[in-house]
């Protein structure tokens, strides 16, 4: 409803992770977005970038159409707790965690994880973007398994 120009940035088509996703994902090389090998950083002024990570202390509470949102700054298997942070603290970037604990509730479960996916948090992203309700996005992207429900 809402398009949004997408960037697979620092994204080599020679490298490992390029060949997975060519592997796993049916039409990978016919996506629709830009992809290149140029680092975020670089590609953008470092103003307008600000960095999604579950670590941050600031909520999103909106999206800005001037800004570019980093998210699976790290695409790693295993999970390093405030390193995307720390990366993005380093070059002054500003980081934002998604509004779950405003609008989700922890369920009755032992496990509960505020990390997502990246295709969960584009999800959500984009849900937002064109519905403009944090509820409604929050609820179709994040997967039941994590421990959250929406809020009565």
Same mark, same amino acid.
């Given at each position: 409803?809402?398009?949004?120009?997408?960037?697979?940035?620092?994204? /080599?088509?020679?490298? %490992? =992770?390029?060949?997975?996703?060519?592997?796993? !994902?049916? *039409?990978?090389?016919?996506?629709? &977005?830009?992809?290149?090998?140029?680092?975020?950083?670089?590609?953008?002024?470092?103003?307008?970038?600000?960095?999604?990570?579950?670590?941050?202390? /600031?909520?999103?509470? %909106? =999206?800005?159409?001037?800004?570019?949102?980093? !998210?699976? *700054?790290?695409?790693?298997?295993? &999970?390093?707790?405030?390193?995307?942070?720390?990366?993005?603290?380093?070059?002054?970037?500003?980081?934002?965690?998604?509004?779950?604990?405003?609008?989700?509730?922890?369920?009755?479960?032992?496990?509960?994880?505020?990390?997502?996916?990246?295709?969960?948090?584009?999800?959500?992203?984009?849900?937002?973007?064109?519905?403009?309700?944090?509820?409604?996005?929050?609820?179709?992207?994040?997967?039941?398994?994590?421990?959250?429900?929406?809020?009565?």
């Amino acid at each position: 409803d809402t398009p949004a120009h997408v960037y697979f940035a620092g994204f /080599d088509k020679n490298g %490992e =992770l390029y060949q997975e996703c060519i592997q796993k !994902i049916d *039409g990978f090389e016919k996506y629709q &977005v830009e992809m290149t090998e140029v680092p975020v950083l670089e590609l953008f002024d470092t103003n307008d970038i600000i960095y999604l990570t579950p670590d941050a202390t /600031d909520m999103l509470e %909106e =999206l800005d159409k001037d800004k570019v949102y980093v !998210i699976g *700054g790290i695409v790693d298997e295993s &999970v390093i707790k405030n390193l995307s942070k720390q990366r993005a603290d380093a070059a002054n970037i500003p980081t934002y965690r998604l509004p779950i604990d405003r609008y989700m509730r922890r369920k009755d479960q032992i496990h509960f994880s505020q990390i997502l996916a990246i295709n969960q948090v584009f999800e959500i992203l984009v849900t937002y973007l064109s519905s403009k309700n944090w509820r409604a996005a929050l609820s179709r992207g994040v997967p039941e398994r994590k421990g959250y429900v929406l809020k009565d």
